[in-house]
């Protein structure tokens, strides 16, 4: 990991699915879950994106990828188990090899962030994923939205993406997730103390730790960012 803080992998599916051999890394919860997709492409990509974050996660820990094993911290929100930020287990928390991770997927595409500095969140989307207007209301400040209207119309989509995938990865960092954290106005990512045209900065919410925030470099097909441990913030995209 570059100076020993966090490192981000991003991975995509092979064209050619590896179903029985991807599938036998897995444990229960990831078949059971796998199972129950109806969609065989859908199915296909999470099976070989579960089995690619295992084999990464195995290289890391010198431990074959089978039997790396996941877990769910509480929620630091509502204390719920269900929702919780994904932790390794078998790590002591004294441990010096303690670390924390993230993971999200797009399609074929997915992405881990692993990090000995602290909790850390990541998001991925797909450029062409639609930004609606309920998610902007219920999720963006008057500020954000009022930024993302100032745009050109065809930028207008790929800005909302980029403001969310920041909210993701903020609260996922936190521990919460998008899901189940209120207030996601106030977690202003395109407007405030974040400077236009900057791909990171500090995202600060009344009663939670401030947050450093960075756009990830992925070309014009995908969308990402990192929340945690990263870089300084402010620096200009």
Known sequence: ???GRCAVWLGHA???PRPAADGALLDGAERERAGRMTDPVARAHYIAARAG???????VLGTPAAQVSFGRAPCPGCGSARHGPPVLLGQGPQSEREMWLSVSRAGPW???ALSYAGPVGVDLEVDRTDVGPAVLRRCFSDAERARIAALPAAWRQREALRGWVRKEA???GWGTGTGTAAGLGS?????GAWPAGHRAAVVRRAGWPDWPVAELPLGRRLVGALAGPVGRPGDPG
């Open 53 to 59: 974050i295992r084999r990464t996660l195995g290289a």
């Open 14 to 16: 092979p064209a050619a």
């Open 170 to 172: 903020v609260t996922k």
């Open 187 to 191: 977690v202003e990512v395109l407007a």
């Open 1 to 3: 990991m570059p100076g």
């Open 110 to 112: 997915w992405l881990l």
